[in-house]
């Protein structure tokens, strides 16, 4: 099936710093990202949906200047977490979007194996 | 807005069937799935069903959908350690509405017990 990697796997960071956040479909060409929070024992949040040379489309509640996200190309989306603070600490996934010929209608979401961020 | 909701835990016994519930409210569901997440991975598709069947079945995996009730189940058979994660089940809106969101339930933690 088709490969979403996401850069780092973890990563530890001060607050008050920025964090990037790398998501790439490795074997096909995604349109759509989607990235996606997750607590501790909870479901994935919704952040935001990326689309590829557009601005990306933030759910309510999400500060769009704090996640900034990118997708400049149709294998890589990023997503920068500014100014970063201990609260910002949590699991972040990313998805590729990819819609299947010949199923109209039926689109299937690659997940990355996540990235876990750490704000001290 | 669309809810998903789940059963928070499931214990079974290795070779014992497990079944995880679900129930959505998005009458405008068009394709519902169910997705494995090991601990610090990220999602594993398992298999998806669309809203004008009641049932699919892949190889241990069974999928029951009574679209009336808005109740998807899923059927693991002979159950087996490698099977302990947490399932999640989701739906998307593919009417044209959205942009092929998914909606998630909390996610069911199954243990498998030796």
């Known amino acids: 099936g088709a490969v979403v990697s996401q850069h780092p796997s973890w990563v530890i960071c001060k607050s008050g710093t920025s964090v990037k956040i790398e998501c790439r479909s490795l074997d096909f060409q995604a349109t759509t990202m989607f990235w996606y929070r997750q607590f501790p024992k909870q479901s994935l949040m919704l952040m935001a949906t990326s689309n590829e040379g557009s601005k990306a489309t933030y759910e309510q509640g999400v500060e769009k200047d704090k996640f900034l996200i990118n997708h400049a190309s149709l294998t890589l989306s990023t997503l920068t977490v500014t100014s970063a603070h201990p609260e910002d600490s949590s699991f972040y996934i990313c998805?590729?979007?990819?819609?299947?010929?010949?199923?109209?209608?039926?689109?299937?979401?690659?997940f990355g194996p996540g990235t876990r961020l750490t704000v001290l | 807005g669309e809810d998903v909701e789940q059963s928070l835990f499931l214990s079974v016994r290795e070779g014992d069937s497990s079944v995880i519930n679900c129930t959505y409210t998005?009458?405008?569901?068009?394709?519902l799935y169910w997705y494995k997440q090991e601990p610090g991975a990220g999602l594993q598709l398992l298999t998806y069903i669309f809203s004008n069947m009641d049932m699919k079945q892949d190889q241990r995996l069974t999928v029951l959908l009574n679209k009336k009730d808005k109740h998807l189940s899923l059927r693991i058979a002979d159950t087996q350690t490698g099977d302990s994660a947490i399932y999640f089940c989701a739906e998307v809106d593919n009417s044209g509405a959205g942009s092929y969101q998914l909606t998630f339930g909390k996610g069911t933690k199954l243990s498998v017990i030796p």
């Open positions: 998005d009458s405008s569901s068009t394709y």
């Open positions: 998805s590729a979007r990819v819609v299947l010929a010949g199923s109209p209608g039926y689109n299937e979401q690659f």
